[in-house]
């Protein structure tokens, strides 16, 4: 069964610095890989995809694949306190049918001002 | 001018009861999905839809069944509800039979008394 891992945190950051979110994905035929932000009582929001290794920038947000360790991450820089959220890791493949997207349980962070 | 809207957004039951979920999606997408949200924020595909086809059914009780009129809509029907199914609930949408990126609709919360 696939499977993708988050340290739930709380993960505390203080304004101004950089926020590391890390997250593994067990299935290695995954191709797409998602960061999905979520605020208390709102839905999730689609706000990094990233497709190939390496780093993908966008604006404050870099989200970094390698597929051999099966590692994803983002990079939040010049946390806001509007960046406290939970941070939702998730992955997709096309293999077998696909089963939709594989959601971790997601890392709550706290950016401290 | 809302993407995707569900209702209502909360539900307070009683178990046993039979109670409905609306989704409705103005974006043109062909593929519709459910989401449960449990109380550790785990996010799990429940079901999805592509041009009034269900495509993903994974092992969820049979006292769920998604309903799509059109591919604008697709409705949830939860029969007998139990206490184990107070959960958050989202609709999704996406635009490609790949449900690589998802457009979440505001969430039900629903709480079995």
């Known amino acids: 069964q696939k499977e993708v891992e988050q340290n739930s945190g709380p993960l505390s950051v203080p304004e101004g610095a950089i926020a590391s979110l890390n997250c593994t994905y067990s299935d290695r035929v995954s191709q797409s890989f998602f960061w999905y932000r979520q605020y208390s009582g709102k839905s999730p929001e689609l706000i990094m995809s990233?497709?190939?290794?390496g780093d993908k920038e966008d604006g404050r947000f870099t989200a970094q694949l390698n597929k051999a360790s099966q590692y994803v991450s983002l990079l939040i820089r010049d946390s806001q306190p509007s960046d406290s959220a939970t941070y939702l890791c998730a992955d997709w493949n096309s293999g077998g049918g696909a089963d939709g997207l594989t959601f971790g349980k997601g890392t709550h962070l706290i950016i401290q001002p | 001018d809302t993407a995707v809207s569900q209702t209502p957004k909360y539900l307070v039951t009683q178990m046993g009861n039979d109670k409905s979920i609306k989704c409705e999606q103005n974006?043109?997408?062909?593929?519709m999905y459910w989401y449960k949200q449990d109380s550790k924020k785990f996010l799990k595909i429940m079901f999805s839809?592509?041009?009034?086809?269900?495509?993903i059914n994974e092992t969820v009780p049979n006292r769920f069944s998604p309903k799509s009129p059109d591919k604008a809509h697709l409705n949830l029907h939860i029969n007998s509800l139990e206490l184990g199914d107070s959960a958050v609930y989202f609709c999704?949408?996406?635009?490609?039979?790949?449900?690589?990126?998802?457009?979440f609709g505001s969430g039900t919360q629903l709480s079995v008394l």
């Open positions: 999704a949408s996406s635009p490609l039979l790949s449900n690589e990126k998802l457009f």
């Open positions: 990233i497709y190939s290794n």
């Open positions: 839809y592509n041009n009034k086809e269900l495509i």
């Open positions: 974006l043109g997408h062909d593929t």
